[in-house]
């Protein structure tokens, strides 16, 4: 178990530029899922994925914002047309395939939008 | 729609007193309830989940919670507070649907002083 990565740490960008972040779950984890957190809020779901099919998407997740996981493996956050909003901590969780089972999240990245 | 409130900010407790989080919850069905610890710069990191069974459920680094149906509320506490137990903590409850994604409080930012 060596944990779920995310790539990269920090990524500072100017508004109106294309980010993308990438996640990597424990790799016998099928359900992944992207939050975002914010400076005194908790978590807020973002996306989830079963292998590679993308089952639910936040209504408050604007058509700027893009995720994929291909293979089933790892996944991206895509991000187009940053606005200073979108400055925050996203986070990616793993967990396996069963009701009720724990998140493993990552250590995030931070991005700050210029 | 599943919700949790956690209505302290803070909490400022000494060096080997009890220390208690609060957390109440709203849900329509069976409560599903989990709390994780955030340590700076670092990911969520599970600490326990009450789903079924016995009211007081036992977690890591010596964190219990109390299950209360008829108050709603799913405290966390631990009867000797260490100066390492400061961090942010989160109340989550799993989301009604079949994702297992967790809908988090806002946060608790727990102070132990030497």
């Known amino acids: 178990d060596t944990g779920v990565s995310q790539d990269p740490r920090h990524k500072i960008t100017k508004r109106g530029q294309n980010v993308t972040f990438r996640c990597d779950p424990i790799s016998e984890h099928n359900r992944l899922y992207w939050y975002r957190q914010t400076l005194g809020q908790?978590?807020?779901?973002?996306?989830?994925?079963?292998?590679?099919?993308?089952?639910?998407?936040?209504?408050?997740?604007?058509n700027r914002f893009s995720a994929e996981r291909p293979k089933g493996s790892f996944s991206t956050l895509e991000i187009q047309r940053t606005e200073q909003g979108d400055s925050a901590m996203y986070l990616c969780a793993s967990s396996q395939d069963r009701p009720n089972e724990k998140l493993f999240f990552g250590s995030g990245t931070q991005l700050s939008v210029l | 729609a599943q919700s949790v409130a956690q209505p302290e900010d803070q909490v400022n407790v000494a060096e080997g007193n009890p220390l208690t989080?609060?957390?109440?919850y709203s849900v329509s069905g069976n409560p599903y309830l989990f709390w994780y610890v955030q340590y700076p710069n670092r990911g969520l990191q599970f600490l326990l989940k009450y789903i079924t069974g016995d009211n007081l459920v036992k977690g890591s680094y010596g964190f219990e919670a109390e299950f209360n149906k008829s108050q709603t509320s799913f405290h966390l506490k631990k009867p000797s507070a260490l100066v390492s137990d400061s961090a942010l903590y989160f109340c989550a409850v799993r989301d009604g649907g079949a994702t297992n994604k967790l809908i988090f409080g806002t946060g608790t930012l727990l102070a132990v002083q030497p």
């Open chain 2, 21 to 24: 989080v609060k957390c109440t």
């Open chain 1, 42 to 62: 908790g978590p807020e779901f973002l996306t989830y994925f079963q292998n590679e099919a993308q089952l639910e998407k936040s209504r408050l997740l604007s």
